[in-house]
């Protein structure tokens, strides 16, 4: 089994899987995308993502107000949805080099598909999985047509109720879909953390039994490291090369060495987990040393009694335990005791 397939495999022992999501960051320049997924590689993250659509698929190319984003705090206000989409796709003749080019650097490859002729088209590349975006985890003919290739299927669930992701899980295991995936996502560009609401994602893989995840859009990696600390098994992240230059997704993503970044600290994280430990690890062997102990401070002749100033809790720990002072006080010395020696049961009646 491969790290794709084992992160469909539920409480599978692989560290987190990464995807960077090229998305429209490749400002519609091929060399650009190639560059992309050469830093993503040298990244170290597990895969590259697409996005296949063309914009007449995705909307109507027209002007009237619902076809324009209005709101004041999104990222492209003011750009009609056609235009938006045109701005973003990857051309579908890129694809083959850009999955080409990655599985060379020994990276996974695959996209997400908007409509039936893009799942059509990703089938001829032989993709390994799909991956549904949020807008479409409603969008049922589209899953039913993803879900009889018989591949694996992460889906994003951005905004969806519990009953809208119960339906679309439904859908995809009723039409041939055996290894699902659910991806934890906040649909706002740029997503604020406190919008994460990260303590779904166990609620999700308890409600579907199903692998659970995050696609995140936050700034920085903190959101990302929680959610792998709480069981999420695969991370997507948008990725540019530099945000200065520009790029549909680019106040959102991951520039390279923020990316590798985010792929070692998430093998931090993973292995931080580890397991149920008391009493200390293999490598705090030595630490105990450093304990306290009873300590001789002012030298005793033998039979003299004990007081507490002749004694105190010290470190390093070479002699009796700290808890058993009141035993020691108020004892005879039953040999001479000097400044430095640790107290063992047998120097004291």
Known sequence: MNKLESVFELDNSASPFVIAELSGN????????LQMVEEAANAGVDAIKLQTYKAETMTLDCELDRFVIKEHDN?????????????AATPWEWHEEIFSRA???????????????????????????????????TDLPLLKHVAKTGKPVILSTGMATLSEIEEAVRCLRDYGCEKILLLKCTSAYPAKPQDSNLNTIAHMKSAFGCEVGLSDHTKGIG?????????AKV????FVLDRRAGGVDAEFSLEPKEFQLLVQELKNSYQAMGEIVYGGSESERDSKRYRR???????????????KDHVSVLRPANGLEPKYL??????????????????QWEHIV
């Open 26 to 33: 490749h400002n519609q320049c091929l060399d650009t995308a």
């Open 75 to 87: 990222l492209w206000q003011g750009e009609s949805l056609f235009a938006l989409y045109q701005r």
């Open 103 to 137: 599985r060379e650097l020994g990276l996974y490859a695959f996209s997400s598909p908007f409509d039936k002729t893009s799942v059509d088209f990703l089938e001829s590349l032989n993709v390994p999985c799909y991956k549904i975006a949020s807008f479409e985890c």
């Open 223 to 231: 959101v990302a490291i929680s959610a792998s600390a709480i069981g």
């Open 235 to 238: 991370i997507e992240k948008h």
């Open 293 to 307: 102990s009873i300590y001789v401070t002012k030298n005793l002749k033998k039979g003299e009694i004990i007081t």
């Open 326 to 343: 009141d035993n020691v006080i108020g004892k005879a010395a039953k040999s001479d005791l000097m400044y430095g020696q640790s107290i």
